[in-house]
């Protein structure tokens, strides 16, 4: 149901009236959550990796009861949406463009998913197409309606790292996932962590930032043991001695082609495919058609 | 009134057709008339015939001749026609009849000369069924014309070898057929001479023993060709009649070199991206002719670049991966063509060709890349039982010396015990590649192989038909294993080759 929520009214979300330049009204399929929110930011271009961890940090937060936020965009954002539906909570989608333009089109369907628990919104009018000056503009919100941006691979002078500047501007706390030094997705990100944002790796990582987040927090602490045990598992590689050995020669970003563990393991490759199906059931490992790279806990 | 009758034949599709020649010399103006539904080079034939006639020391009547070609609701093509033509008129001018259960194929020169024609195989085979006793051929087609009969083929290199023939009685003996070397397949590459790519290598053998369809994914300049033109060469060698399938094919299409007999090479074709639908098909104005899927028939069709293809070009692939077989239509008529290949498609990764390369970075928007896969369309990824990624090959590692790879000849001999098992289960049926759900479930399972496939639907999130393309793959890693059943292993090393989400 669209509806139109103006400053004044009491359910025009409390944080973002306290930016300098809040939105005179907000168009909302759906309804806004309450809860705490954090903006989760970053290239439409991303990485494979790039995808999990927005996807994962999202579920996460997700699951605690953390509100996600994002731009509803290709890539980063998108997974981010993905991650925060995967773990129950709701999350909002704010646009650039108008309620029933919504861009990129093939996200219709996600749209539709995230109004259905959390609420898509936006300040442009019905009928508002993507205009290359709207997004920058959008930004604001994304920022303004949370405690602080997790910005996951952006480059210098993208638009993540707009929202990450809004965000500091606005008095928001600003976090980055680090990438690797060899991905120039990863240099934007990587300049905000040398002026002082702070280094995410885990969602306990975002959870101490904020006071606001302590009944989050709580509820992480009464989880980490069991995760703890599942963490420890899958970073040690798995018991048996033949599936180890070639889980020791896999990286944890880098895809490695099955070609390569064969010769180096001088293994035939039936043998090598046999291996790497069993580690890939049991979640040790991420496959792709024919390269392979260590999965992160799951 | 004097009339001739000679027999002779034609190709419709790729069928042999008999055909009637039948020529009339009446009183009137002197002229030569062609009736019956012949094409352009039928009307030429006017020419040739008479220019022929008389450089053999006959002399074309100065009458009125007229040519009937029977049935005459059969569209004709071609110059095949000629000898039977000539011999009609000749015999006719001098008021003698011919022999009903004689043949006559060939195309004259103007001097006379016989040359030869396509479509020899098919068109002697249906004569022969209709009990044709002799054959008169061009000389350079004697070899493939006695693949199909047992009668006496007489190949004819001059028409004034008749003349001596009728008008002095002189023997025309059976050609002596020589055997005949099939020509080296050059174009196939030995497996020993690619560098590495041992999962790709796989994949392949695995293709050629069950008759799967495989997808090759890579970076251009991975070696994606190489790969597919070593397919052909760790085929089993064809049967006798599939042989005769290849080699009809080939004469049909005017691809047989001149004197070849039996292939029994399993065809390599590779049309370029830029073919039209009617040209992978079968094309022909008036009566189809064989396209690439069926000249690939018994072989490879290999598609590089699968995804530039034209989209109506790549929907008709979906009949012929499904049925082996596809109908075509023209003006005059359809005919269902043979075309069982096994296709090994080619294709970027995405469209700037970098995904999954770990040295360059992927420019491709996820919508992109939506895009260019979905170009190649479910019902025809459904068909393709074998994925594989293959890397590009760093220049350091390919000048390297590495210990030597199987050769062909012996990934071969593993394809063929495994072609024999699968013979030895189902004499008549398909080989593992073209199985059905219910045919794959009534094939043993391990228990333990059961569970893995289980717990990998689960996890890797498999939908039906994906589960499907696993068991196909399996049953032929264990065929290659030479074990009755599918076993842990096999399911496990199948799911490697599936496709990637």
Redesign the interface.
């Known amino acids: 149901m669209d509806r139109v929520v103006a400053l004044g009214d009491p359910d025009y979300p409390e944080r973002l009236k306290q930016i300098h330049d809040p939105p005179a009204r907000l168009y909302v399929n759906g309804r806004l959550p309450a809860e705490p929110m954090i903006a989760i930011v970053g290239s ?2 991303a ?1 494979p990796y790039g995808q999990r961890a927005a996807h994962r940090l999202a579920r996460d937060l997700s699951e605690l009861g953390v509100v996600v936020v994002s731009g509803l965009a ?2 980063i954002d ?1 997974a981010a949406h993905r991650g925060a539906l995967d773990g129950g909570s709701p999350t909002v989608a704010v646009m650039a463009t108008g309620l029933d333009r919504i861009y ?1 089109p ?1 996200h219709a369907d996600l749209a539709q998913a995230i109004a259905r628990s959390g609420a898509v919104i936006t300040e442009a009018e019905p009928g508002t197409p993507p205009l290359p000056g709207r997004f920058p503009v959008r930004n604001r919100i994304i920022s303004g309606l949370s405690l602080g941006v997790i910005v996951v691979e952006a480059a210098q002078r993208s638009g993540a790292l707009i929202t990450a500047r809004m965000a500091a501007e606005q008095g928001r706390d600003v976090l980055c996932v680090p990438g690797s030094i060899e ?3 990863a240099t934007g990100v990587h300049q905000l962590i040398k002026d002082g944002a702070k280094l995410v790796q885990t969602v306990e990582d975002v959870l101490d930032e904020f006071s606001e987040l302590s009944r989050a927090r709580a509820r992480a602490q009464a989880r980490v043991h069991a995760r703890t045990r599942a963490r420890t598992r899958a970073d040690s590689g798995p018991q048996d001695p033949q599936l180890l050995a070639v889980w020791e020669l896999l990286d944890w970003v ?2 490695r ?3 390569d563990l ?2 180096m393991m001088n293994l ?3 043998e090598v ?6 580690l ?2 049991s ?1 040790y490992i991420i ?5 392979v790279t260590r999965a992160s806990r799951d | 009134m004097v009339l001739a009758r000679a027999l002779s034949g034609t190709v419709f599709g790729l069928d042999g057709c008999r055909v009637e020649v039948e020529a009339d010399i009446a009183d009137g103006l002197p002229g030569f008339h062609i009736v019956g539904l012949g094409d352009r080079a039928l009307q030429e034939a006017r020419e040739r015939v008479k220019i022929a006639i008389n450089n053999s020391g006959f002399e074309f009547p100065g009458r009125k001749v007229t040519i009937n070609l029977a049935p005459a609701q059969l569209p004709k093509e071609g110059s095949g026609f000629d000898l039977a033509m000539a011999a009609a008129i000749v015999n006719a001018a001098q008021g003698r009849g011919l022999p009903p259960d004689v043949a006559w194929l060939g195309e004259l020169a103007l001097d006379g000369t016989v040359r030869p024609i396509r479509g020899t195989l098919p068109i002697i085979a249906h004569l022969d069924r209709l009990g044709i006793k002799r054959f008169y051929v061009p000389a350079a087609n004697v070899a493939e014309a006695k693949i199909a009969t047992a009668a006496p083929v007489i190949g004819v290199t001059h028409f004034r070898q008749l003349k001596a023939h009728w008008d002095e009685g002189a023997r025309l003996d059976e050609s002596p057929v020589e055997p005949v070397t099939s020509p080296a397949p050059t174009q196939h590459v030995d497996l020993a001479e690619i560098f ?7 994949a392949l053998e695995v293709a050629a023993a069950g008759a799967h369809h495989l997808l090759l ?1 890579g970076p251009p300049g991975a070696g994606k060709t190489l790969l597919a033109r070593a397919l052909p060469g760790i085929l089993p060698p064809l049967s006798q009649r599939e042989a005769v399938e290849v080699t009809s094919i080939a004469s049909c299409v005017g691809m047989l070199p001149a004197g070849a007999g039996l292939l029994d090479v399993a065809p390599f074709r590779a049309p370029h991206h830029t073919i039209s639908a009617a040209a992978l098909v079968g094309g022909g104005l008036a009566a189809p002719r064989a396209g690439e899927i069926t000249r690939a028939h018994r072989g490879v069709l290999f598609m590089d670049e699968i995804t530039e293809f034209r989209r109506d070009a790549l929907e008709s692939l979906r009949q012929p991966l499904e049925e082996g077989r596809l109908a075509v239509a023209r003006t005059r008529g359809h005919a269902v063509l043979p075309g069982r290949f096994i296709l090994v498609a080619a294709a970027n990764p995405c469209p700037c060709g970098f995904a ?1 390369d ?1 040295r360059r ?7 992109d890349r ?1 895009r260019y896969r979905a170009r190649l369309s479910g019902p025809i990824r459904d068909r393709i039982d074998l ?5 590009r090959q760093p220049a350091g590692e390919l000048l390297r010396s590495t210990p030597v790879a199987e050769s062909s000849a012996v990934v071969r001999e593993r394809v063929l015990r495994a072609r024999e098992r699968q013979r030895d289960r189902r004499p008549q049926g398909p080989l593992n590649g073209a199985l059905t759900g219910p045919q794959l479930r009534r094939e043993p399972l391990a228990a333990a192989g059961q569970t ?1 496939l289980e ?2 639907a689960e ?2 999130q498999l939908s039906g038909r994906a589960i499907h393309r696993v068991l196909r793959v399996a049953r032929t ?1 264990a065929d290659l294993d030479e074990r009755p059943g599918i076993e842990e ?1 096999h ?3 199948a ?7």
């Not at chain 1, 495919?273 to 069993?278: D, E, G």
């Not at chain 1, 496959?287 to 390269?291: E, R």
């Not at chain 2, 590495?196 to 796989?202: D, T």
């Not at chain 2, 799911?495 to 989400?501: D, I, T």
């Open positions: 439409r271009r990485t290709r890539g998108a990129p093939e991905n120039p997705l880098e895809p082609h099955h070609d064969a010769a035939d490759i039936k495919n046999r291996r790497l199906t069993l890939e059931i979640g496959g792709d058609c024919g390269a | 590495g790519q041992p999962h790709a290598k796989r994914v999954g770990p970075i992927c420019e491709c928007t996820p919508l939506q994925q594989v990624l293959v890397p893995l717990a990998a996890r890797l890693i292993a399911v496990a090393e799911l490697q080759y599936r496709e990637s989400g």
